[in-house]
């Protein structure tokens, strides 16, 4: 039989809605802020506790809201912000559906105090399962305070999905210092588990909030960026090449001062800095941009984080150029000459091509190098996962365009990415290492200072463990900054301060670990940074070596993210190729 259709209940609506608006902490957090910010407030001040699920608490200098308004700010779709259809097309609020208070009080706990300027007392104001408990007169300053405890409490499955309690905190403090950098003229704080990890100075000074919010090293490694092309106005800062970062965290877009995701302007970002830093490598930027509202459409998003552009290959370009023309005159880029050299010009004679001038001497009857063919063979014996067939005997014959090793087999020719090979070597190598607990570390004769941010502090503060297992002793240096006495050893090398923070990242990325290890993720990763590179020129000794130690991996066919090592052509290949056979 049919199930018939029916109409849902009140509540059951309201924690549908509530998922598209609330997903996490970090979202009601948003949501929240961005009230307080709509409320003109000079001074915003966010505490969370166990990352937000057990509490998450706003406070403001703004407006206050009407006590006879407080209840209606609960309702699905009351706001202020909107009187008709026309002001959808000129939103210049952050807020203007009136979901968001609905949305979190279906899935919360509620406590709010506030009072208006013109008010002498407040209101307490309580909502707890859509219902109000409690509405009465207290004594408070002018603004806001809201209280959101045991967040999605009613709902078992949504609070499963939550990740840990650090990541969540991660998240928050990514949204806070995002609105952070949207107002340079709001002061915000963000206080975790009683630490404070955000405290801007709302001076409308971008470098003073980026000190406050990343930390006062990262603006060695960005410089200005101002342009005005085609109606989009761009200002704000942008890495240098050498100060990209291992993911797009620190990528930050404002658009008419509110922050959102565009896949647009990130890849025409990227796209500027192509063939100056590597694959993987992601430049920092806080970019503001000034548009017709009329041209972008905010509302194509439940959390107003998504936009869609009316031109958005105007918007490309105007980025591109853009951030390309501030690196060229950073002397980042270099152009070609302009004047190019007539292509059939006299040519001269140079000591340098001896084999192109003229030469009486006899030419000597060519000879055997003994060197070139003192090969050393080695025997591979892993098995082909899944089949019975060995790698077969193979010499090395030599390197060629400074990113491949040519060995020789039996009637077939190997070619082996040396980058791919090497990857594999030390991902196998670091995955034992670390299972067994065998982790070098070398003590450093002057302990290291790196600066880093209050998020970072407080990822290494909960990984402590996890660090001093993979070869780093490390204790803190003032309040944001760690004092490096020893690092670890990978392959007989040291590791560099830049290592240190790639593990940093991961660590927030990720969240909590145990002291078992990293995860395959972050593995690979460090055998990628560390493994030998394209274009990187091998003695016959280093070679050798490299196809030894490939031997005696579990997996010689593949690097870790899946690309082969090595290629074959047959004897019978290459005779055909010749057209030997037919």
Same mark, same amino acid.
């Given at each position: 039989m049919p199930q018939r259709i029916r109409i849902l209940d009140k509540s059951v609506c309201e924690k549908i809605a509530a998922g598209e608006v609330v997903q996490n902490p970090a979202s009601v957090v948003k949501e929240l802020v961005e009230n307080s910010i709509d409320a003109g407030a000079t001074r915003i001040e966010v505490e969370i506790e166990r990352g937000g699920k057990e509490?998450?608490?706003?406070?403001?200098?703004g407006e206050g809201i009407e006590r006879e308004d407080v209840g209606k700010a609960f309702l699905r779709h009351a706001t202020s912000k909107l009187a008709d259809e026309k002001d959808l097309a000129r939103i210049g609020t952050l807020g203007f559906r009136g979901e968001a208070l609905a949305a979190i009080s279906a899935v919360s706990v509620i406590n709010l105090t506030t009072r208006t300027r013109q008010s002498i007392e407040g209101t307490l104001y309580a909502i707890e399962r859509d219902r109000e408990v409690k509405c009465e007169?207290?004594?408070?300053?002018p603004g806001t305070c809201i209280e959101v405890r045991d967040l999605f409490y009613n709902t078992p499955a949504r609070l499963e999905y939550l990740k840990s309690a650090s990541q969540e905190a991660s998240a928050v403090h990514d949204i806070v210092a995002r609105l952070a950098l949207a107002r340079l003229d709001i002061s915000f704080k963000l206080i975790s588990g009683g630490r404070t990890l955000i405290n801007t100075p709302g001076n409308r000074n971008l470098e003073d909030t980026i000190a406050s919010v990343y930390g006062r090293n990262t603006l060695e490694d960005?410089?200005?960026v101002k342009c005005h092309d085609d109606g989009v106005a761009i200002t704000g800062l942008v890495s240098k090449p050498h100060g990209s970062r291992s993911n797009r965290t620190y990528q930050s877009f404002f658009i008419n001062g509110r922050f959102v995701r565009s896949r647009v302007i990130a890849k025409a970002l990227e796209d500027a800095y192509r063939t100056l830093i590597m694959v993987n490598r992601y430049p920092m930027a806080v970019l503001y941009f000034k548009l017709d509202t009329e041209a972008v459409d905010v509302n194509v998003h439940p959390a107003k984080l998504e936009v869609k552009f009316r031109e958005e290959e105007r918007i490309r370009r105007a980025v591109y150029s853009c951030v390309r023309t501030a690196l060229e005159k950073g002397r980042w880029i270099v152009r070609a000459p302009a004047k190019t050299p007539a292509v059939f010009s006299k040519p001269e004679k140079t000591s340098e091509s001896p084999a192109l001038q003229k030469n009486d001497q006899r030419v000597q009857k060519p000879r055997v190098v003994e060197e070139t063919v003192e090969y050393n063979r080695i025997e591979m014996d892993n098995n082909i996962e899944g089949g019975s067939s060995k790698i077969p005997p193979m010499k090395v014959v030599g390197q060629f365009l400074s990113t491949f090793i040519l060995a020789e087999g039996q009637d077939c020719v190997y070619i082996i990415d040396? #980058?791919?090979?090497?990857?594999?070597?030390?991902?196998?190598q670091l995955t034992g290492h670390l299972r067994e607990g065998k982790m070098a570390s070398q003590a450093l004769l002057e302990p290291v200072v790196v600066d880093v941010s209050p998020i970072e502090m407080e990822a290494v503060r909960e990984n402590l463990s996890l660090l001093s297992a993979i070869g780093y002793i490390i204790d803190e240096f003032g309040a944001g900054s760690l004092l490096v006495r020893a690092v670890?050893?990978?392959?007989?090398v040291p590791q560099s301060k830049e290592f240190l923070n790639e593990v940093i990242s991961g660590l927030i990325r990720q969240g909590?670990?145990?002291?078992?290890?990293?995860k395959q993720d972050d593995i690979i990763r460090m055998a990628c940074k560390k493994a030998v590179k394209a274009n990187q020129r091998l003695s016959p000794s280093e070679m050798d070596n490299l196809i030894q130690e490939l031997m005696k991996t579990d997996m010689p066919f593949t690097c870790? #993210?899946?690309r082969p090592v090595f290629v074959t052509l047959t004897r019978y290949q290459l005779e055909k190729m010749f057209k030997r056979i037919v």
């Open positions: 509490l998450i608490k706003v406070s403001d200098n007169e207290t004594g408070c300053a960005l410089f200005p040396q #980058h791919a090979a090497h990857e594999r070597i030390m991902y196998e670890p050893v990978f392959f007989g909590n670990k145990d002291s078992q290890g990293l870790p #993210h899946g």
